[in-house]
T-cell receptor
Framework: AQKVTQAQTEISVVEKEDVTLDCVYETRDTTYYLFWYKQPPSGELVFLIR??????QNEISGRYSWNFQKSTSSFNFTITASQVVDSAVYFC??????????????FGKGTLLTVNP | GAVVSQHPSWVICKSGTSVKIECRSL??????MFWYRQFPKQSLMLMAT?????????EQGVEKDKFLINHASLTLSTLTVTSAHPEDSSFYICSGAGTEDYEQYFGPGTRLTVT
């Protein structure tokens, strides 16, 4: 079973539409961390947000917002009023303790977002 | 955030040759470094984890004799692809993390093309 599931492989929207990217995760740990990254065509991963398992507060940063719900093991990402520059692949990732002292990141398969003018 | 660099950013090599990719943490000590591989339109797959001064731990299915990882200092790790073949063409990304740090800081990636 996948540890991080991004069910939406591709999403296409028209500029100014709102769009939500889904992420469902699976872990047995009580302490873990969740991340969202953006990967534009250049390939470099851009960090967007981190969230620890004890902080369920939703967060808003400009046009971006995140909804973390432990009850459903979901960490969804919403872009409001999307822009062409938002076009990229977005990855959700889960960081868990592994081997006693190292944390390991598991990535979802990613969602390709295309924002059309 | 912490900065990680990779060199080269892209490389083309001939089949059968070896190529080395460097990963440097510029403003922090990376106790642990990770190497990922990403094929087109796919996710990042962890290849190996290395702690400074120790042998790397490879993920299942990754040939340790083919992908040599050295992490000799707290700021430098190298990945050498030995006897490269066209199927090794991929985007290689490294990341670094401090001691017991749950967050990894990613390099910009190296695009390897084997002809």
């Amino acid at each position: 079973a996948q540890k991080v599931t991004q069910a939406q492989t591709e999403i296409s929207v028209v500029e100014k539409e709102d769009v939500t990217l889904d992420c469902v995760y699976e872990t047995r740990d009580t302490t873990y961390y969740l991340f969202w990254y953006k990967q534009p065509p250049s390939g470099e991963l851009v960090f967007l947000i981190r969230r620890n398992s004890f902080d369920e507060q939703n967060e808003i940063s400009g046009r971006y917002s995140w909804n973390f719900q432990k009850s459903t093991s979901s960490f969804n990402f919403t872009i409001t009023a999307s822009q062409v520059v938002d076009s990229a692949v977005y990855f959700c990732a889960l960081s868990e303790l592994w081997g006693g002292s190292n944390y390991k990141l598991t990535f979802g398969k990613g969602t390709l977002l295309t924002v059309n003018p | 955030g912490a900065v990680v660099s990779q060199h080269p950013s892209w490389v083309i090599c001939k089949s059968g040759t070896s190529v080395k990719i460097e990963c440097r943490s510029l403003d922090f000590q990376a106790t642990t470094m990770f190497w990922y591989r990403q094929f087109p339109k796919q996710s990042l797959m962890l290849m190996a984890t290395s702690n400074e001064g120790s042998k790397a731990t490879y993920e299942q299915g990754v040939e340790k004799d083919k992908f040599l990882i050295n992490h000799a200092s707290l700021t430098l790790s190298t990945l050498t692809v030995t006897s490269a073949h066209p199927e090794d063409s991929s985007f290689y990304i490294c990341s670094g993390a401090g001691t017991e740090d749950y967050e990894q800081y990613f390099g910009p990636g190296t695009r390897l093309t084997v002809t």
